[in-house]
């Protein structure tokens, strides 16, 4: 693969990981169904089921990233084979960027904050929890499922060539 072709292969797996990100955001969105609360003395307080709700708006953003990832790490495995380093470094950077694109358009699109909302609302008003993602950890999600598959495709189908890059690495 020369250079030019790399250039390219990197520009498309950074792109394809980019939209499945923002696919990823809406998705996640149309999943969850945010819990209710009420404002009393301009607070949010939430009723008995919002900790679940929190809760599943985490999973739903775990499994529909690490879903999302592990299809275009099988994909780009299989694609980008050639060049085991480059996809997976590009896979991995893509990765990260669509985890950070997914958690912000899904944030987006859910509702405001209610703490917020509730500071202008009147006591008794019923709103809708916000939908985040709780941690850091969460968010390495998309990347996880594409370190996953490219791991299970890379070892199960590796190649007898070394990389062109490498061949002066010893191989044991």
């Not at 275009?72 to 299989?78: D, E």
């Not at 896979?91 to 912000?104: I, N, P, Q």
């Not at 709103?127 to 370190?147: I, R």
Request: aromatic residues 10%; charged residues 10%.
């Amino acid at each position: 693969m020369s250079q030019r072709r790399g250039l390219v292969f990197a520009m498309a797996v950074l792109g394809a990981y980019a939209l499945a990100g923002l696919f990823g955001g809406w998705m996640w969105h149309e999943l969850w169904q945010p819990s209710a609360g009420v404002v009393v003395d301009h607070q949010w307080y939430a009723d008995g089921n919002a900790l679940r709700e929190e809760f599943s708006g985490t999973a739903l953003y775990v499994l529909v990233s690490a879903g999302i990832g592990l299809v275009l790490g099988v994909v780009f495995a299989l694609v980008g084979g050639v060049r085991p380093m480059l996809t997976l470094l590009t896979c991995v950077a893509g990765a990260l960027l669509a985890g950070w694109l997914m958690a912000r358009l899904g944030q987006r699109l859910g509702p405001a904050d209610p703490a917020e909302l509730a500071l202008r609302a009147e006591d008794g008003t019923r709103l809708p929890s916000a939908l985040t993602v709780s941690g850091l950890t969460p968010q390495l999600s998309f990347a996880l499922g594409s370190l996953a598959a490219l791991g299970a495709i890379f070892t199960l189908f590796s190649g007898k060539a070394p990389e062109a890059t490498f061949a002066a690495e010893p191989r044991g």
